[in-house]
């Protein structure tokens, strides 16, 4: 996926640390960002978000930069 300046970011899986650092906010704060898309999102699976949930967040949050 490509941010808003045309860089290329690589949806694979991240953990929601990486996730925190990527978009340079706390896990709290991410936590509030991602609660209203909970259900669309679903429950990782192990440590990482998958493919289509890392879509989804990106899709919803918009690509970090």
């Given amino acids: ?3 808003s300046k045309g860089k290329e970011l690589p949806v ?3 953990s929601f640390k990486e996730l925190c650092v990527l978009y340079d ?4 704060t991410l936590l ?3 609660k209203p898309f909970k259900n669309e999102i679903g429950e ?5 978000y998958n493919v289509l ?3 989804t967040i990106f899709k919803r949050l918009g690509v970090p930069y």
């Fill in 25 to 28: 906010i706390s896990g709290k």
């Fill in 1 to 3: 996926m490509q941010d």
């Fill in 44 to 48: 990782r699976v192990g440590r990482y």
């Fill in 12 to 14: 694979k899986p991240y």
């Fill in 53 to 55: 949930q890392v879509q």
């Fill in 32 to 34: 509030k960002w991602l």
